[in-house]
């Protein structure tokens, strides 16, 4: 006997191929999901990994942190991540707040520089890398329906993108790392608490020479901040960070519009003179944390799914894979049968992440007074307000 959770009227288990069982499904081979998957399979449990995507599709996220060295390295990935050939980062020029730019540089950093990398191609490599430590990697393959049976196993119907054909997975612990859309934590119940409703607008340049562009740049305008970062084969991503709604109303997937706000960020416009490869395209950018609510059920969600992050932090790909390592742990406490401990102590470390993420962004967003009368700027001093900071932090004590 099951009994649904959640999904679409196609998704009803009859008619579906049943697989035999996994120890853990795991929704997503971003870096979390990808990295999880290899932890657990690295011992020796059975993983199924799901992903929408064939990765296919642009991704953003092209400077990894100096601290991704170490977690790339326990990972066992690291002579793969060389084959990648990155460019090196050292560090990140900003015009944030007065003063005029300033040089933020990696190399007094123990692991000395940073990375620019082709991001498609390194979630690609972490995917890879799982499936060659035994996990089973179903690429072009959407999750239509949950279902928990009378014993607390998890009945995930996935759906072939391209043939139509269905499968069930059995697994004992489901874990979502679907990034800030949490599908199928909210699937089961949980909601997402939301910071605020930022969004990156980016567009790929190519044919351009990058040698000498080893940083990252951010410039604050009235509109946003801008990013802008090289990427491997002579390319340069540049990026609005702006609020959706701000986004919407500027008409900002409209590449003259986009270029017109460029001229108000003098410094990032003078290192494109490229041509488009693609966009403007809008990815998600806003910072949430997820509200799981009941700790009875054998599921955990990592990565963005978990606690999603200002890019403004340069710390996404390497919390990631700092979630994915107590993610695999906590999973292996729930396939132990440990649920409601293991989970607990598990939503405790991140609601902790999370209330130092938010005093960590009022810092960041604290330095720049100059644009105090435009919406986005007015947004983010109202977050930095210590008593809204207790507020939250204090709501999620009680999730």
Same mark, same amino acid.
């Given at each position: 006997?099951?009994?649904?959770?959640?999904?679409?009227?196609? %998704?009803?288990?009859?008619?579906? @191929?049943?697989?035999?069982? +996994? $120890? *853990?499904?795991? /929704? =997503?081979?971003?870096? #979390?999901? !990808?990295?999880?998957?290899?932890?657990?399979?690295?011992? %020796?449990?059975?993983?199924?990994? @799901?992903?929408?995507?064939? +990765? $296919? *599709?642009?991704? /953003? =996220?092209?400077?990894? #942190?100096? !601290?991704?060295?170490?977690?790339?390295?326990?990972?066992?990935?690291?002579?793969?991540?060389?084959?990648?050939?990155?460019?090196?980062?050292?560090?990140?020029?900003?015009?944030?707040?007065?003063?005029?730019?300033?040089?933020?540089?990696?190399?007094?950093?123990?692991?000395?520089?940073?990375?620019?990398?082709?991001?498609?191609?390194?979630?690609?490599?972490?995917?890879?890398?799982?499936?060659?430590?035994?996990?089973?990697?179903?690429?072009?393959?959407?999750?239509?329906?949950?279902?928990?049976?009378?014993?607390?196993?998890?009945?995930?119907?996935?759906?072939?993108?391209?043939?139509?054909?269905?499968?069930?997975?059995?697994?004992?612990?489901?874990?979502?790392?679907?990034?800030?859309?949490?599908?199928?934590?909210?699937?089961?119940?949980?909601?997402?608490?939301?910071?605020?409703?930022?969004?990156?607008?980016?567009?790929?340049?190519?044919?351009?020479?990058?040698?000498?562009?080893?940083?990252?740049?951010?410039?604050?305008?009235?509109?946003?901040?801008?990013?802008?970062?090289?990427?491997?084969?002579?390319?340069?991503?540049?990026?609005?960070?702006?609020?959706?709604?701000?986004?919407?109303?500027?008409?900002?997937?409209?590449?003259?519009?986009?270029?017109?706000?460029?001229?108000?960020?003098?410094?990032?416009?003078?290192?494109?003179?490229?041509?488009?490869?693609?966009?403007?395209?809008?990815?998600?950018?806003?910072?949430?944390?997820?509200?799981?609510?009941?700790?009875?059920?054998?599921?955990?969600?990592?990565?963005?799914?978990?606690?999603?992050?200002?890019?403004?932090?340069?710390?996404?790909?390497?919390?990631?894979?700092?979630?994915?390592?107590?993610?695999?742990?906590?999973?292996?406490?729930?396939?132990?049968?440990?649920?409601?401990?293991?989970?607990?102590?598990?939503?405790?470390?991140?609601?902790?992440?999370?209330?130092?993420?938010?005093?960590?962004?009022?810092?960041?967003?604290?330095?720049?007074?100059?644009?105090?009368?435009?919406?986005?700027?007015?947004?983010?001093?109202?977050?930095?307000?210590?008593?809204?900071?207790?507020?939250?932090?204090?709501?999620?004590?009680?999730?």
């Amino acid at each position: 006997m099951v009994s649904t959770v959640a999904g679409s009227n196609a %998704g009803r288990s009859a008619g579906a @191929v049943i697989r035999e069982a +996994f $120890d *853990a499904a795991i /929704v =997503g081979a971003g870096p #979390a999901g !990808a990295a999880t998957a290899r932890w657990l399979a690295l011992q %020796g449990k059975r993983v199924a990994l @799901v992903e929408q995507s064939r +990765f $296919d *599709a642009p991704r /953003v =996220g092209e400077s990894l #942190a100096p !601290a991704v060295q170490p977690l790339l390295v326990e990972l066992g990935v690291w002579t793969e991540f060389l084959g990648l050939k990155p460019m090196r980062s050292y560090g990140t020029l900003s015009n944030w707040g007065e003063g005029g730019p300033r040089i933020h540089s990696h190399m007094m950093n123990p692991w000395g520089c940073g990375w620019h990398v082709d991001r498609l191609a390194f979630d690609r490599m972490l995917a890879d890398a799982a499936a060659t430590s035994g996990a089973e990697l179903q690429l072009g393959t959407a999750p239509l329906r949950c279902e928990v049976t009378d014993d607390g196993q998890w009945l995930l119907r996935i759906g072939d993108r391209t043939t139509g054909c269905a499968t069930l997975l059995r697994a004992r612990v489901l874990v979502d790392a679907t990034g800030r859309p949490a599908r199928m934590a909210r699937w089961v119940g949980a909601h997402r608490i939301a910071f605020d409703r930022l969004v990156g607008v980016a567009i790929l340049h190519g044919c351009m020479d990058t040698s000498p562009e080893g940083y990252i740049q951010v410039e604050t305008t009235a509109d946003g901040w801008w990013y802008s970062a090289p990427v491997p084969c002579n390319r340069m991503m540049a990026m609005l960070m702006t609020d959706s709604d701000l986004c919407k109303r500027a008409q900002l997937l409209s590449v003259m519009r986009w270029r017109n706000l460029l001229a108000y960020a003098p410094a990032t416009g003078a290192r494109i003179d490229g041509t488009v490869l693609w966009g403007p395209r809008v990815f998600p950018a806003h910072s949430q944390r997820l509200g799981r609510g009941k700790l009875d059920a054998p599921w955990i969600a990592v990565g963005d799914a978990a606690l999603a992050v200002d890019p403004i932090s340069g710390s996404g790909v390497v919390r990631a894979l700092r979630s994915a390592r107590l993610g695999a742990e906590t999973a292996l406490a729930l396939i132990g049968g440990q649920t409601r401990r293991a989970i607990q102590a598990y939503e405790a470390e991140c609601d902790l992440e999370c209330t130092a993420y938010l005093q960590e962004r009022a810092l960041y967003y604290g330095v720049e007074r100059r644009w105090q009368e435009s919406a986005f700027w007015q947004r983010r001093g109202v977050v930095a307000n210590p008593t809204k900071e207790r507020r939250i932090s204090t709501t999620l004590a009680h999730q």
